[in-house]
């Protein structure tokens, strides 16, 4: 078919929509677009965070996957119960690689996966004995300070009341027991689990104890979740810059950490679809201000280092932080300068949950290579198309997420800065409170998909023949098997850390010897040898 740079966006978006019956050509359409940045950064509109086509083969995951394992799921200090059917809890046990690292005193239950295995029993009669038996019990072996209840489908099915059941036991065990109503159906993928469990930790921890520790420059880090131990290395960071990180929400976090957050000066958000909530909610409860970083990619981390510097404005720290980034950056631009002949010039294509697909854009110009296509399995508009869009009109989905209305706190709250204080920093090119999305930072021209599915990946193989492919394992072997190699930008492929200047360099050097590996050009699909396949039933 076609080369790339011989099939234009339009022409690939056609034949993307070729084989769809009209309807769903109509409606695909409007998830496939080509970028063009207009006056006032205006993009064009992706319909996002709406169902996918029944019969679709899509790469999302549900809302008990993203309220359990993506938001509370790497905090290890939270016992954490799903309710459900043996397989919810199984197949969400440790297959995150968010990882980390207890001290000798605390507790870690990440290690567990807790279940109530409801049977046909509990389905016909009500599991809420079985849940209460559960937590009990769970107390009793383990003695932690937080219980979580995960909700599966079959308890909004059968109507089950988690958190009557969460109420009860918080008086009789006199420890925080709170349930989410996250059943895998609520809304269209994990999106909606990310927003339910925000709710759920801002209402039963957030502010519930007071900051014990000391810092010049407090700040939490919002939607950094630990992968392949990307949070480790920005621990590092920021206390080589002399930065104190109250809590992450929740890569490498306990409760207690999250707990006294609010005594931070400073929100910083990695992962804005996951957590622009909790950033939202804080601001306004206490007055805390935030801004959006990216610390996938050395210049980026650099960028956003020195963001938070100005924001304390401190000369001091100014100065620490410029010194930390020149002694950094020396082997970073050492790997490079040998890496980039290699991959300049090389294409990617890049489909990631809800924040990646973005962030890893930069790590990639750093290395010279260009991204022809990208898109998020279940982001929303601002996403894409920056915050500007907000609010979103309410859709039958959203409808069923609960939106918490947050007041200052009569106590607690406390301006970090005075409103011409911000409209400085503003001034100054720090976009507080603001997040610009995707497509501002992609080439016109480039092809942007929400929702990407089976059927499309596999044409866009055709279309593009692109050196590198990065999505995730739903996708990985079928790409692979067209001979093109293919990153894993959810779980890293095992590898990692990639954010801050040590994963940069790691990345670097992965990305170098993936793409650059003769092994792909040696593979053969069967149907390269025989074009026709042949096949027997078993009967036969
Ligand atoms: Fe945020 Fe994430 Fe992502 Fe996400 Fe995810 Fe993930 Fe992801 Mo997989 S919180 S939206 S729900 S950055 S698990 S660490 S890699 S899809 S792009």
Same mark, same amino acid.
């Given at each position: 078919m076609f080369e790339y740079n011989t099939v234009t966006p339009d022409e690939a978006k056609k034949e993307l929509l070729d084989k769809y019956p009209a309807k769903v050509a109509r409606k695909r359409s409007k998830q496939i677009v080509v970028n063009k940045i207009e006056e006032g950064d205006s993009v064009p509109e992706v319909q996002s965070n709406i169902r996918t086509i029944p019969g679709i083969i899509t790469q999302r995951g549900c809302c008990y996957a993203g309220c359990k394992g993506v938001v509370i799921g790497p905090t290890r200090d939270?016992?954490?119960?799903? #309710?459900?059917?043996?397989?919810?809890?199984?197949?969400?046990?440790?297959?995150?690689?968010?990882?980390?690292?207890?001290?000798?005193?605390?507790?870690?239950?990440?290690?567990? &996966?807790? &279940?109530?295995?409801?049977? !046909?029993?509990? $389905?016909?009669?009500?599991g809420e004995k079985k849940l209460k038996q559960a937590i009990e019990e769970a107390y009793n072996i383990f003695k932690p300070k937080a219980i979580s209840i995960f909700s599966t489908c079959p308890v909004g099915l059968i109507g089950d009341d988690v958190h009557s059941v969460a109420r009860a036991m918080t008086q009789k065990l006199g420890i925080n027991v709170f349930g989410m109503s996250c059943e895998g159906y609520k809304g269209? &993928?994990?999106?909606?689990? #990310?927003?339910?469990?925000?709710?759920?930790?801002? %209402?039963?921890?957030?502010?519930? %104890?007071?900051?014990?520790?000391?810092? @010049?420059?407090?700040?939490?880090?919002?939607?950094?979740?630990?992968?392949?131990?990307?949070?480790?290395? +920005?621990?590092?960071?920021?206390?080589?810059?002399?930065?104190?990180?109250?809590?992450t929400f929740s890569g490498n976090s306990t409760q207690v950490a999250m707990a006294g957050s609010p005594a931070a000066d400073l929100n910083i958000v990695m992962c804005h679809r996951s957590i622009n909530y909790m950033a939202d909610m804080m601001e306004k409860k206490y007055g805390i201000p935030w801004f959006k970083v990216n610390f996938i990619g050395a210049e980026s981390t650099a960028k956003s280092l020195r963001k938070i510097a100005s924001y304390f404005g401190d000369q001091e720290l100014i100065d620490t932080v410029e010194k930390f980034i020149k002694a950094e950056m020396e082997e970073v631009v050492k790997v490079k300068k040998e890496i980039y002949p290699r991959l300049q010039g090389k294409t990617v294509l890049m489909y990631v949950g809800g924040s990646r697909a973005h962030h890893?854009?930069? +790590?990639? %110009?750093?290395?010279?290579? %260009?991204?022809?296509?990208?898109?998020?399995?279940?982001? #929303?508009?601002?996403?894409?198309?920056?915050? @500007?869009?907000?609010?979103?009109?309410?859709?039958?989905?959203?409808?069923?997420?609960?939106?918490?209305?947050?007041?200052?706190?009569?106590?607690?709250?406390?301006?970090?800065?005075?409103?011409?204080?911000?409209? @400085?920093? $503003?001034?100054?090119? $720090?976009?507080?409170?603001?997040? @610009?999305?995707?497509?501002? !930072?992609? !080439?016109?021209?480039? +092809?942007?998909?929400?929702?990407?599915?089976?059927?499309?990946?596999?044409?866009?193989?055709?279309l593009y023949k692109p050196d590198l492919f990065c999505a995730g394992i739903k996708e990985k072997y079928v790409i692979q098997k067209h001979g093109i190699p293919l990153k894993q930008l959810h779980n890293y492929d095992y590898g990692g850390p990639y954010a801050g200047f040590k994963g940069a360099i790691n990345f670097y050097k992965e990305i170098d010897q993936l793409v650059n590996s003769k092994v792909w050009g040696y593979l053969k699909a069967p149907w390269q040898d025989s074009p026709q396949l042949i096949a027997n039933y078993v009967w036969e």
């Open positions: 939270i016992l954490q119960i799903t #309710h459900g059917p043996i397989g919810c809890g199984y197949y969400s046990w440790l297959t995150r690689r968010n990882q980390t690292k207890p001290n000798l005193v605390e507790d870690n239950f990440m290690p567990y &996966s807790l &279940s109530t295995d409801m049977h !046909d029993n509990e $389905i016909i009669f009500g269209v &993928s994990q999106s909606a689990g #990310h927003h339910i469990a925000n709710n759920a930790v801002f %209402k039963n921890i957030v502010g519930t %104890k007071a900051y014990k520790g000391s810092g @010049k420059y407090k700040l939490n880090m919002l939607g950094e979740y630990n992968i392949g131990g990307d949070s480790f290395e +920005l621990e590092r960071i920021f206390e080589a810059c002399d930065l104190t990180l109250i809590c890893y854009q930069d +790590l990639f %110009k750093e290395l010279g290579m %260009k991204v022809i296509s990208a898109g998020y399995e279940f982001a #929303h508009r601002d996403d894409y198309e920056g915050r @500007k869009v907000l609010p979103l009109k309410i859709d039958s989905d959203s409808r069923n997420i609960e939106e918490l209305e947050v007041n200052a706190d009569p106590e607690f709250y406390r301006p970090r800065k005075t409103p011409e204080e911000i409209q @400085k920093l $503003i001034e100054m090119g $720090i976009d507080m409170s603001e997040y @610009k999305g995707m497509m501002v !930072d992609m !080439d016109e021209g480039s +092809l942007v998909i929400d929702d990407v599915n089976h059927h499309e990946s596999e044409m866009l193989l055709e």
